[in-house]
């Protein structure tokens, strides 16, 4: 089974069971890493074929939400790729690119740790200015974690103690909440970036998209580049991930202003 790939017949059944009890659209993942993938959760569990395998996903909910998590990637921490963070910062100074910010869309924001960190540097700049962060995820349940604002001492290794100290409270062995004030300014709620619905947020300053369409097939990343471009204002700010790429930056109408962040034509 390892060495070919998957039966399209079934593939394609298969990714329609997907569709229907999850909402993931299986056909936006980059083929290679897909067959990869199945492959190894199917031998894991011993499925004979991928309509075997659909079966027991529907009637195992633990396997079920085993799959899930596989596909609905969360792996986060606070000012992850912290040389990025850093440069973000230094653009939200009052002579920085985006020192006039006041709307930010995190797409992809996992359980809150990205949004959370871009609300400790809104803060520090302006901490009664008005700014909001809108942060959106394919997964509700991270969504709910989120919102809960509890993380643990391996979600915080990239917050200095002076931040620790002033955002954050001990609420139990290795767990810590963020403070209030932070919550209050992020708006959570869900959002798949393949099928927003005309639900995406509009006219942001500044929009992070960052490790979420690593393994989509060129298309959807295409789609979703289009997506989030529009989703800027002119003169708008986008950051990718660190080991993310933009090919079509030019035909969007994007600059690059240094690795892995582009501006939105102010004419566009």
């Known amino acids: 089974m390892a060495a070919t790939r998957l039966n399209p017949k079934d593939l394609a059944h298969f990714c329609d069971g997907i569709l229907k009890l999850w909402n993931i659209d299986l056909r936006s993942y980059g083929q290679r890493q897909l067959h990869r993938r199945l492959r190894g959760m199917m031998a894991r569990v011993g499925a004979r074929n991928l309509r075997d395998f659909l079966k027991r996903l529907n009637n195992d909910p633990e396997l079920s939400e085993q799959f899930r998590n596989q596909f609905t990637i969360n792996v986060s921490e606070f000012f992850r790729d912290a040389h990025l963070f850093a440069k973000l910062e230094e653009m939200l100074k009052p002579s920085g690119a985006c020192h006039d910010a006041k709307k930010i869309w995190s797409a992809g924001c996992s359980y809150g740790a990205e949004p959370y960190s871009l609300a400790i540097l809104m803060h520090e ?3 009664s200015g008005k700014w909001q962060i809108l942060a ?12 809960e604002g509890i993380f643990s001492e391996r979600d915080l290794r990239n917050v200095s103690t002076t931040r620790q100290l002033r955002y954050f409270d001990p609420v139990g ?51 979703v580049h289009q997506l989030l471009v529009e989703a800027l204002r002119p003169g708008g700010l986008l950051l ?7 090919p079509d930056a030019e035909d969007l109408a994007l600059e690059t202003i240094s690795p ?8 566009a």
Do not use: W
Request: proline content about 6%; some cysteine.
């Open 173 to 223: 062995p290795d767990s810590y909440a963020i403070n209030d004030k932070l919550k209050r300014r992020i708006k959570f709620s869900t959002l798949d970036l393949l099928q927003p619905h005309g639900h995406q947020p509009r006219y942001c300053d500044i929009v992070l998209c960052r490790n979420v369409i690593i393994y989509f097939t060129p298309e959807a990343k295409s789609q």
């Open 260 to 267: 892995f962040f582009y501006q939105k034509s102010a004419a």
């Open 240 to 246: 990718i991930g660190a080991t993310e790429r933009m």
């Open 136 to 147: 959106t995820d394919i997964d509700r349940e991270a969504l709910q974690r989120a919102r």
């Open 125 to 127: 700049r302006r901490p």
